[in-house]
């Protein structure tokens, strides 16, 4: 059955480093989503990505934060100088054509900053 | 903007027991979907209901979306459904809007 992988499954990094957390979406999926859980609370929007552009952002989502689609199968999110509160689970996304049909997620990222 | 809510909050059973847990959601809805977090922090799709019932082995889940409300049932609870169950909507975006969950404790 097709799923979305995302790597590493935990980071953990020093605060004011670069991290760069991996995705692969379902391969005939086009509209992909990165979110992030807090540890304890329900899970938040952070950005959408449609036809290699950000389709809808959340406040979350400032410029420290960036998303690319490098090649034909991975998905990228990118958090330039991290921040203490950024320690969560990321998770990726994707869905298929209208975007608004089930999205399947993958396993997430446990991102810890120190 | 539109409010899901989740009751109850925190929910713990014996094994073999069922159990009902509520999404209510503040306006009409494209799309409603059911998950379940594993204690390994995992999302797994249960189910993907924007109206009717769906049943998939000992689960099954129905959307009213006139009434503005979803339920999933679980019958037979067994330790592995621990966890906590999240519905979420897609309201006119492409984004999910998540519930603030039901922690489901199954105790042997």
């Known amino acids: 059955e097709p799923e979305v992988t995302q790597t590493p499954s935990h980071q953990v990094t020093q605060m004011g480093q670069e991290v760069i957390l991996r995705c692969v979406p379902i391969?005939?999926?086009?509209?992909f989503y990165w979110y992030r859980q807090i540890l304890g609370q329900k899970v938040e929007f952070l950005v959408s990505f449609y036809n290699n552009e950000i389709s809808e952002k959340s406040e979350i989502f400032d410029d420290q934060f960036s998303v690319e689609r490098p090649d034909g199968s991975n998905f990228t999110l990118k958090i330039r100088s991290t921040k203490l509160e950024d320690s969560a689970m990321y998770f990726c996304?994707?869905?298929?054509?209208?975007?608004?049909?089930?999205?399947?997620f993958g396993q997430g990222t446990r991102l810890t900053v120190v | 903007g539109i409010q899901v809510e989740q009751s109850p909050p925190d929910l713990i059973l014996q094994e073999g027991a069922n159990s009902t847990l509520r999404c209510n959601f503040s306006d009409s809805v494209n799309n409603l979907q059911w998950f379940h977090q594993n204690p390994w922090g995992q999302l797994i799709n249960l189910f993907y209901i924007p109206s009717g019932t769906k049943q998939n082995g000992r689960l099954s889940a129905t959307t009213v979306a006139t009434e503005r409300y979803s339920l999933l049932y679980i019958s037979s609870s067994q330790t592995t459904d621990s966890g906590v169950y999240f519905c979420a909507l897609n309201y006119n975006t492409d984004k999910l809007i998540f519930g603030t969950g039901t922690r489901l404790q199954v105790f042997p």
């Open positions: 996304a994707s869905s298929d054509l209208t975007g608004q049909t089930e999205a399947f």
């Open positions: 391969s005939n999926h086009l509209y």
